[in-house]
Each structure stands twice: as structure tokens, then as C-alpha cells.
């Protein structure tokens, strides 16, 4: 029973395409975020979300919108990918905000050509 | 701006021995530490802490250790096992914000 999970696993798609990755955490945790783990290996924040409010949203390009339906769910949207988007994308959510370990999904691989 | 970093990219020690693990973090705001274990194709882990009220925190086999003035911590494992085998991430927050930094992580191979 996964407690972070995130769809799909692995998205492969041509430059200039609009696509989405799905999180979903049955923790009851508050707080869910997205980070972006890039070439050089660094997982840096985009966004933090705290009961379906922002809370961080890091320079990324506005191509990145975050949804958040209800706490359990923080969907990213991206439009018109870019090479450079290419990286592999992890969910994770934590209990509250703030000084709190993070309970990670298992990152969606994105591809684009 | 990379507030929290993990000089050694890679590691390898024998099965049995220790294994040190360090990062080095810049920000003096950071108050909680945390390390992550990856397995490739998965998520980070969580799997040990420390509070910055603290300067050490073992659990089992794992053992952190955090000396603030020279704002470095350490991972040590004894004794290392081969499933010990992954990427370890160290990661910092301040207690009053949400933004945990990540280090860009340390492979560590243990052989049987």
C-alpha cells in the first residue's frame, strides 16, 4: 500500500507538448511538495503546498503550474516542455510544515526529445 | 546556491567496516538534519535525524553526528552491510520554513 504515489513512472514527449504528473499521499499528512532532481544530482524544492494552499514556489518558469485539489493530491502541470525540463520529478509530502521529515514518491522520469 | 553539500560523490568500503559518511551545510539557520537513503528507481528514504539541540543520534546501526560550529555532520554505518548499498542524501531545514535542501548526495558501495 503506497503511501506516496505518483503517475507515471516514466514520460517520454517532444518539445513544445503540455503534460502532467499525478501525486497522490494516503498519510493524511498536510503538506505535499515537488522537487525537481536535475543533471547534477541536486533535488531542489519547486513547490510546497500546506492544506491545498502555496506555500513555496521557487523560480521556476510559470510553464509549471501546481494543482492541488485537496491534500492528498498535488498534480504538476508543465506546458511547453523545453529540453531542459528533462529530470526526474519526486513528490513528497510531510505530516506539517516545517522542520519535518519527507515521505518521498518513487519520481517520474521525464524525457523530452 | 548550494547551502548544503556532499563533497564526496562516491564511496566504497569493505562489508563489516565502517562507513563515513559527511556534508557540510552553510546556512547557521538550519536547525533539524536529516539523511535519506535512494535506491535507484525509487524515492529517497527517510532514515535518520538530528535537532540541532543535539550532537548525536544513533539508531541501530546508524549513527549521526552534528558538530554546529563547524556546521558539518556525519553519517557513520558500522558494521556496513551490502544492502547499505545506495545514494545517500543529507538534507537541512530551518524549523520556521518548509525548504529542506538537499546535498547532491554520496554513492556508497559496499562490497561483500
Known amino acids: 500500500d503506497t503511501a506516496v504515489s505518483q503517475t507515471p513512472k516514466y514520460l517520454v514527449t517532444q518539445m513544445g507538448n503540455d503534460k502532467s504528473i499525478k501525486c497522490e499521499q494516503n498519510?493524511?499528512?498536510?503538506?505535499m511538495y515537488w522537487y525537481k532532481q536535475d543533471s547534477k544530482k541536486f533535488l531542489k524544492i519547486m513547490f510546497s503546498y500546506n492544506n491545498k494552499e502555496l506555500i513555496i514556489n521557487e523560480t521556476v518558469p510559470n510553464r509549471f503550474s501546481p494543482k492541488s485539489p485537496d491534500k492528498a493530491h498535488l498534480n504538476l502541470h508543465i506546458n511547453s516542455l523545453e529540453l531542459g525540463d528533462s529530470a526526474v520529478y519526486f513528490c513528497?509530502?510531510?505530516?506539517?510544515?516545517?522542520?519535518?521529515?519527507?515521505?518521498f514518491g518513487s519520481g517520474t522520469q521525464l524525457s523530452v526529445l | 546556491d548550494q547551502q548544503v553539500k556532499q563533497n564526496s560523490p562516491s564511496l566504497s568500503v569493505q562489508e563489516g567496516r565502517i562507513s563515513i559518511l559527511n556534508c557540510d551545510y552553510t546556512?547557521?539557520?538550519?536547525?533539524?538534519f536529516l539523511w535519506y537513503k535512494k535506491y535507484p528507481a525509487e524515492g529517497p528514504t527517510f532514515l535518520i535525524s538530528?535537532?540541532?539541540?543535539?550532537d548525536k543520534n544513533e539508531d541501530g546501526r546508524f549513527t549521526v553526528f552534528l558538530n554546529k560550529s563547524a556546521k558539518h555532520l556525519s553519517l557513520h554505518i558500522v558494521p556496513s552491510q551490502p544492502g547499505d548499498s545506495a545514494v545517500y542524501f543529507c538534507a537541512a531545514s530551518a524549523d520556521n520554513n518548509n525548504d529542506m535542501r538537499f546535498g547532491a548526495g554520496t554513492r556508497l558501495t559496499v562490497k561483500p
Open positions: 546556512n547557521s539557520m538550519f536547525d533539524y
Open positions: 513528497a509530502s510531510s505530516l506539517r510544515t516545517g522542520g519535518e521529515k519527507l515521505f
Open positions: 498519510l493524511g499528512h498536510d503538506t
Open positions: 538530528i535537532s540541532s539541540i543535539k
